[in-house]
């Protein structure tokens, strides 16, 4: 069977509808209403300083992964999320890592995001990577569902 593919989102290309709304579908399955962009995604996405980074094979969409570039210094994933009859085949470590990658080639020193602690796989996977739990907001994401904020620093 042909392997995923890591593909950057090119809003030049005639695909690229088609990926967004399976996109969206996929944001609105996974993530309760509180915690989900689907209203919003499109519009974060042509932020000239936001990127998003698909795993595609034929037409289907297996995950994805988010990015913002905050600052000249700062970059936050904003979203990432593996569909899950795909999940534990290495998928969200590749398009984190993706993401992460990307934001290295600006020259960013450090990168940020915030997760409900409670989503064990995410945590794991984040601390894996490197990242490192900042604090912890409460009510972050509704009045009892809270975040930690991580970060990633590269050696400068
Ligand atoms: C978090 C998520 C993206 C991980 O995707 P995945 O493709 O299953 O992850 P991978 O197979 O690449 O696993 C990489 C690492 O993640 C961690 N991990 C993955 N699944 C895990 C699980 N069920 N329990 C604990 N750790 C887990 C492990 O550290 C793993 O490394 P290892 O294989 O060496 O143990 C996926 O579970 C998901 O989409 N969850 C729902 C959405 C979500 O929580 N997004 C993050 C919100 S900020």
């Given at each position: 069977m042909k392997k995923w593919e890591l593909v950057e989102m090119d809003w030049r290309k005639n695909s690229c509808c088609c990926d967004v709304e399976e996109i969206v579908r996929l944001e609105r399955r996974i993530f309760p209403k509180?915690?989900?962009?689907?209203?919003?995604?499109?519009r974060e996405l042509k932020k000239r300083n936001s990127g998003l980074i698909f795993a595609k094979r034929g037409d289907e969409i297996a995950g994805y992964a988010m990015y913002s570039l905050n600052s000249s210094l700062c970059a936050s994933i904003t979203k990432l999320a593996v569909k899950e009859e795909y999940r534990g085949q290495g998928l969200g470590e590749a398009l984190l890592n993706a993401a992460i990658q990307k934001c290295r080639t600006r020259k960013i020193q450090r990168v940020c995001l915030h997760v409900d602690p409670l989503r064990t796989p995410a945590v794991s996977l984040y601390n894996k990577l490197g990242f490192q739990i900042d604090h912890l907001i409460e009510g972050y994401y509704s009045s009892?569902?809270?975040?930690y904020r991580m970060y990633l620093d590269f050696d400068v």
């Open positions: 509180h915690e989900s962009l689907s209203e919003s995604l499109i009892d569902r809270n975040a």
